[in-house]
């Protein structure tokens, strides 16, 4: 686990209500569903502190996490959710956009792919902007437990071919599951790493 306490600190729905900008934070951005709240979950080694859930859209404020003194961790809402009333959806896109484009203090984003999936054309869309922002990204492939051997090498091939068009990725792919605990050690690494 990570060497300090992990605690809620507060939900925020515009930029107006972001804690200072005081020190490094990791983001765990992906399509609604893909897991990012179970990631956190896993990380932290506490089944309940992000909210995750089955339904779509579950996350619908911007997170933010302390993780000891040093760190922020951030759980984003999902984008690319369809069912989600037009108004709301504009409303969570445009936080997440300021969020992603404008965090000075943004270490890295961790971008979820679901590993049955493979990137899609959202993805492509908020790497473009990560990209744009020159904001550091690496791609998580999520629900690993999920998908056979052969499914999972296509789309981690896949992955890695969309990668290609963007400086702001980090070469190396981290897959993982929540369900069983695949690459959560790997990733608590890195972030604990990262300085
Ligand atoms: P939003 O907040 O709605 O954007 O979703 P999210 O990305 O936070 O997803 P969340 O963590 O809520 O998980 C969505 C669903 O996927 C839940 O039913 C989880 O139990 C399930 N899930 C998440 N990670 C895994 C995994 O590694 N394996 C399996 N089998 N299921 C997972
Ligand atoms: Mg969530």
């Given at each position: 686990?990570?060497?300090?306490?992990?605690?809620?600190?507060?939900?925020?729905?515009?930029?107006?209500?972001?804690?200072?900008?005081?020190?490094?934070?990791?983001?765990?951005?992906?399509?609604?569903?893909?897991?990012?709240?179970?990631?956190?979950?896993?990380?932290?080694?506490?089944?309940?502190?992000?909210?995750?859930?089955?339904?779509?859209?579950?996350?619908?404020?911007?997170?933010?996490?302390?993780?000891?003194?040093e760190?922020?961790?951030?759980?984003?809402?999902?984008?690319g959710?369809?069912?989600?009333p037009?108004?709301?959806?504009?409303?969570w896109?445009?936080?997440?956009?300021?969020?992603?484009?404008?965090?000075?203090?943004?270490r890295?984003?961790f971008?979820?792919?679901?590993?049955?999936?493979?990137?899609?054309?959202?993805?492509?869309?908020?790497?473009?902007?990560?990209n744009?922002?020159?904001?550091?990204?690496?791609?998580?492939?999520?629900?690993?437990?999920?998908?056979?051997?052969?499914?999972?090498?296509?789309?981690?091939?896949?992955?890695?071919?969309?990668?290609?068009?963007?400086?702001?990725?980090?070469?190396?792919?981290?897959?993982?599951?929540?369900?069983?605990?695949?690459?959560?050690?790997?990733?608590?690494?890195?972030?604990?790493?990262?300085?």
């Open positions: 686990l990570f060497a300090g306490p992990v605690d809620f600190l507060k939900g925020v729905v515009a930029m107006s209500g972001m804690p200072p900008a005081d020190r490094m934070e990791v983001c765990f951005a992906g399509r609604s569903n893909v897991g990012k709240s179970s990631l956190i979950n896993a990380l932290t080694g506490r089944k309940t502190l992000a909210r995750a859930s089955n339904t779509p859209g579950r996350t619908q404020e911007i997170n933010f996490f302390t993780l000891g003194e760190r922020y961790l951030v759980d984003l809402p999902g984008y959710y369809a069912e989600a037009v108004a709301i959806v504009a409303k896109q445009a936080l997440l956009k300021q969020y992603l484009s404008g965090r000075a203090t943004l890295r984003a971008v979820l792919i679901d590993t049955r999936h493979g990137v899609k054309a959202v993805d492509e869309e908020i790497m473009k902007l990560l744009r922002s020159a904001v550091t990204f690496q791609v998580v492939m999520t629900k690993a437990d999920k998908v056979n051997a052969a499914t999972r090498e296509a789309n981690i091939a896949q992955v890695q071919a969309a990668l290609v068009k963007h400086p702001a990725a980090y070469p190396e792919i981290i897959i993982t599951s929540s369900e069983k605990g695949e690459g959560v050690e790997t990733l608590r690494a890195i972030i604990a790493g990262l300085v």
